[in-house]
């Protein structure tokens, strides 16, 4: 299902703020489902084509990151198996997986919040997105709402280490 996306602001920094919003609004659900809150949002002319969050725990998959979701469902709902020309928002900085999925769907851009120290493949541990030693490269912004997606990471797992301590 294609959703409608209405009002999109036309200046490009608060379109980023507006679909980042959306992604941070699933990845609260997911932190609220007892899912690490990550969330994804797939557009493509300005028409969000899938928003979705971690499912991990709910899937028992360890594959089942919002970013990966929201591929297959983007690609489904265009009927295509790639998604050229896409962007995609995504609460934290896409793992090797994830950003490697991304690529061989030819996304065109990758947006992020929060950067990711331990796993992240769009800047911090490795460059996926720009290495000229791939045969497709996408632009990446690092950063929107950065802040807000951390936030929500740090809660979620501050209140698993106080449950962990609890239960001991």
């Not at 084509?49 to 089942?64: F, G, H, I, Q, Y």
């Not at 490697?100 to 490795?126: E, Y």
């Not at 290495?131 to 809660?155: I, T, W």
Request: with cysteine; charged share 30%.
């Amino acid at each position: 299902m294609v959703f409608p996306s209405l009002d999109v602001p036309d200046d490009p920094w608060q379109r980023d703020l507006h679909f980042m919003e959306i992604a941070l609004r699933e990845a609260a659900e997911a932190g609220l489902r007892g899912e690490v809150p990550v969330g994804a949002v797939v557009v493509l002319e300005n028409r969000i084509l899938a928003r979705e969050s971690n499912r991990c725990e709910e899937l028992k998959d360890p594959t089942a990151h919002a970013e990966l979701l929201a591929i297959t469902t983007a690609c489904s709902s265009l009927g295509e198996g790639r998604l050229v020309g896409a962007e995609v928002y995504a609460t934290l900085e896409p793992c090797f997986m994830c950003a490697g999925a991304l690529l061989h769907a030819r996304v065109a851009r990758i947006v992020f919040g929060a950067f990711d120290p331990k796993f992240g493949a769009c800047g911090s541990l490795a460059d996926l997105p720009t290495d000229k030693r791939l045969n497709h490269r996408c632009q990446r912004h690092a950063g929107v709402l950065g802040e807000e997606s951390a936030g929500l990471l740090k809660a979620f797992f501050g209140e698993k280490r106080k449950k962990g301590k609890k239960d001991r």
